[in-house]
């Protein structure tokens, strides 16, 4: 009984400390903007432990009231230090697709509204760059914008990209349900091969695609057409039925990449 109560407890102690982890690698992820901050964590939580090794090893009892009395302030001036951090960790946690799942929110909605208000931009003429993010975080673009965090709805869409907008000019981010931020640049592709009839829109979704997982569409201004980037790869899409297709399989998981051939689009 007691063996059985052992391993018990070992599998307990071993799943807590697998999500712990991985719950601290998802943070360091979503806060890749700042190396500094990345780099500082990971030596906080690897002298902490190493320590903690060290004392368990050798029996170091004075070391061990120094270790027990210091790791509680030193948790809280990291939580003071880190704060804006911390709080994009949580957020980052709680858009977890699992989570997502409980809380009963619904990601086809968000893709019906991004087609609807696609096919509205095309229809009018006016240029639009949305990219989804997936795995790879976009929070360096997102802080670089204007934060928005307000729910994806047609209409705000529409908005954003009227020419008399003050934020017409760059993407939209979108971050699963939610529009996380406008006006925010991408870096510009410069694959050498790719057309020069290419425009900004165009390039900008190249380039964030092939830096990131990312999904992005953008409505060219000049002819209205509709085109999706995937991987780095550009290709037309048909009317707002097909791009929501092509969005669900993307972004809904229902394949693992979007193959696509690079197309000459016309100048944004």
Not at 8 to 16: D, R, S, T, Y
Not at 186 to 210: M, Q, V, W
Not at 231 to 247: C, H, Y
Request: charged share 25%; aromatic share 6%; glycine share 8%.
């Amino acid at each position: 009984m007691g063996t059985l109560r052992d391993i018990l407890a070992a599998g307990i102690e071993i799943a807590v400390l697998w999500f712990a982890i991985y719950v601290l690698l998802r943070f360091v992820r979503a806060t890749r903007g700042s190396g500094f901050v990345r780099g500082l964590l990971i030596l906080f939580v690897f002298f902490a432990v190493v320590l903690r090794l060290a004392i368990e090893l050798f029996g170091l009892q004075r070391l061990e009231f120094v270790y027990g009395g210091s790791l509680s302030t030193l948790v809280i001036v990291a939580a003071i230090l880190f704060q804006p951090e911390l709080r994009r960790g949580i957020a980052r946690l709680g858009e977890h697709p699992l989570v997502q799942r409980f809380s009963g929110s619904s990601p086809t909605e968000t893709v019906g509204e991004v087609g609807r208000a696609v096919a509205w931009l095309s229809q009018n003429r006016l240029g639009a760059l949305l990219a989804f993010e997936r795995e790879d975080s976009l929070e360096t673009y997102v802080e670089g914008g204007v934060v928005l965090d307000a729910r994806v709805d047609r209409l705000l869409l529409e908005s954003i990209f009227q020419r008399t907008s003050p934020l017409h000019d760059g993407a939209v981010v979108l971050r699963r349900e939610r529009v996380a931020a406008a006006a925010c640049l991408f870096p510009l592709s410069d694959n050498p091969e790719l057309s020069k009839s290419l425009g900004t829109r165009h390039r900008a979704a190249l380039g964030l695609t092939e830096e990131t997982d990312a999904v992005a569409v953008v409505v060219s201004e000049e002819s209205g057409a509709i085109s999706l980037a995937v991987r780095g790869k550009l290709e037309p899409v048909e009317g707002a039925r097909d791009l929501e297709g092509e969005l669900r399989r993307a972004i809904l998981g229902r394949r693992r990449r979007v193959e696509a051939r690079v197309v000459p689009a016309p100048v944004s």
